[in-house]
């Protein structure tokens, strides 16, 4: 088993940058896929990007193309999501999730393990 905290959201003017980091504990992320989901007031959650087990593939949500990045630290035992030119829209609750020796999938029940989530708002 695995346990996921997430860190690093916070409050940003638009155009602006951050980084949120998922560290695991329990075991480690190198057998997992790991994705970012987030979820914006009175709005359903929504797949933002993953990265397989290997680290090898990595899925974005159209709407984050060109701006987000998830990567993984393998020594830290830690993924990352870099935002850049964040947008009022970006605002939500930012969760990674885990799925053991899974795909990069982009649909939320595969994933079996999830963090508290970290909130990023990103005012205009």
């Known amino acids: 088993q695995v346990q996921l905290v997430e860190s690093g959201g916070g409050l940003v003017l638009a155009g602006g940058s951050l980084t949120l980091s998922c560290a695991a504990s329990?075991?480690?992320?190198?057998?997992?896929?790991v994705a970012w989901f987030r979820q914006a007031p009175g709005k359903e959650r929504e797949f933002v990007t993953a990265?397989?087990?290997?680290?090898?593939?990595?899925v974005n949500a159209d709407s984050v193309k060109g701006r987000f990045t998830i990567s993984m630290d393998n020594a830290k035992n830690t993924v990352y999501l870099r935002m850049n030119s964040l947008k009022p829209e970006d605002t939500a609750v930012y969760y990674c999730?885990?799925?053991?020796?899974?795909?990069?999938?982009?649909?939320?029940?595969?994933?079996?393990?999830w963090g508290q989530g970290t909130q990023v708002t990103v005012s205009s």
């Open positions: 329990g075991r480690t992320f190198r057998t997992y896929a």
């Open positions: 990265i397989s087990w290997s680290g090898g593939k990595t």
């Open positions: 999730a885990a799925h053991f020796l899974g795909p990069a999938t982009t649909v939320a029940n595969e994933y079996d393990y």
